[in-house]
């Protein structure tokens, strides 16, 4: 028996394909989800439907963003689906969401996520955050954990600085592998993120936050002295407050805030060339941007939507 074949559609491994297929469990995420007619409800990765079909029940309209082509070849022709659905087919991580948004109907973006890309998934989606409402996502559990895991925690690193200073992060349930096929090997969760209307201590610079946050836990046995060392000095994180032999995990989200305005306003001598030209490029150009704007990459642009 072929446990990789679900519904005439053969899972392929290079787009992490697991598809769900206990109702019971299904039935748990959409009330999680709580969809409403006239929402601006957006699913990524929606596969053979499984949470797609229960949604549009619900709210009526839906738009889904799917790379596997033959996976949209099939909502596109879906006999009952197809109607009430606006299919991308693109990869969710080149695509703009903003365009999807309006002030009147922000997004409430949800999605079994494929566990091979879900941690740059979600900093892409995280780049979005002013146009979205709440965000629903099947992940790896382990993930769901350091995106709400707090300091003094193994799990507490990168994700959880990142996605706890632009979302409130509240895990909803645990799902085992039995309620997909193939069966995953690790088990699952759901978590909801609901991005901050506002932020009470913005940080100068976002990419300032993320480049603490990778030098830190990148050597996060290390202590912060020495993990440091190359953007700030012992005497500088001494006059921050910090204990310079604290190991990163022991730091709180503050803590990194205050170490990236730190390093935005008084680019260290040591710091590598390239970043202190960046930091102080940065700095230069803070007062023309909000402070709590993300500042990556030009995205790139869709393919046009495909209305059934």
Known sequence: MNDKKHLGHQAKKRFGQNFLHNDAVISDIVDAINPEPGENLVEIGPGLGA???P???RAGK???VELDRDLAHRLRHHPFLAKDLT???TDALKFDFAELASDEKPLRIFGNLPYNISTPL???LLTFKD???DMHFMLQKEVVERMAAGPHCKAFGRLSIMTQYQCQVFPVMEIGPEAFKPAPKVDSA???LIPHAHIANPVKDINALNTVCLTAFNQRRKTIRNSFKKLISEEQLTSLGLDANLRPENLTLDDYITLANFIVDNPADVAPDKEKRRLSKNRTQQHANNADDLIFPEKSKNTAPTEE
């Open 51 to 53: 949470l797609t079909e």
């Open 55 to 57: 949604v549009i029940e």
């Open 62 to 64: 839906l738009s889904v």
């Open 87 to 89: 299919i991308y087919e």
């Open 122 to 124: 979600i900093f892409h």
């Open 131 to 133: 146009k979205v409402k």
């Open 190 to 192: 759901i978590v909801r």
